[in-house]
């Protein structure tokens, strides 16, 4: 397992739209692996593969929950060719961040419930509901995987205010 590098907006490659995964090969099972390490690393609690440069359908999660003594164990999850099949009208607000935005946080309303379809790592088809910061961390997730950021989801004047901030601190960082 290796660490990747997350590449940050505005790098272009954030709004490619990700292929499906056609075979789970051992280079698919270690990005995955790899892409675990990386969101741990980083640290974060969803990544999507385009974030480390690989324009795929695969995505790697962990919303950690604490076992019956309270202590928090890792829950990593990994979604290949993850899809929406249908979400609900009612809608909740949270506070979301992204390890290609880092540092910026801001309240976005999605969707409150989610059923998604996706192969494991194993090569079988789940369909699950996913609901409260389960079906928004998915939801942004798969965002990613069609080449949209959260930051689509704010007003222009917002969105355009982040782009250009991360815009010169790249140039900075080139010189």
Do not use: W
């Not at 590449?7 to 675990?36: F, G, H, N, W, Y």
């Not at 829950?75 to 290609?100: D, M, Q």
């Not at 409260?132 to 950021?149: K, M, P, R, S, W």
């Amino acid at each position: 397992m290796a660490i990747r590098e997350i590449i940050i907006l505005p790098d272009r490659q954030l709004r490619l739209v990700s292929k499906p995964v056609e075979k789970i090969t051992s280079e698919v099972r270690t990005l995955a692996d790899d892409m675990l390490e990386t969101m741990y690393a980083a640290p974060g609690i969803g990544l999507a593969a385009i974030q480390v440069a690989q324009p795929l359908r695969l995505i790697t999660m962990d919303l950690a929950r604490p076992d019956e003594n309270g202590e928090t164990k890792p829950l990593p999850r990994v979604f290949i060719n993850p899809e929406i099949l249908s979400h609900s009208e009612e809608t909740s607000v949270y506070e979301e961040g992204c390890l290609s935005i880092p540092e910026y946080y801001e309240q976005v309303e999605r969707p409150a419930k989610v059923r998604v379809r996706f192969t494991d790592i194993d090569g079988k088809v789940h369909e699950e509901d996913a609901a409260g910061l389960y079906a928004t961390c998915i939801q942004h997730e798969i965002d990613h995987l069609n080449g949209v950021l959260f930051i689509d989801y704010l007003s222009k004047l917002k969105r355009d205010r982040v782009f250009k901030k991360f815009e010169k601190a790249a140039k900075r960082a080139a010189e």
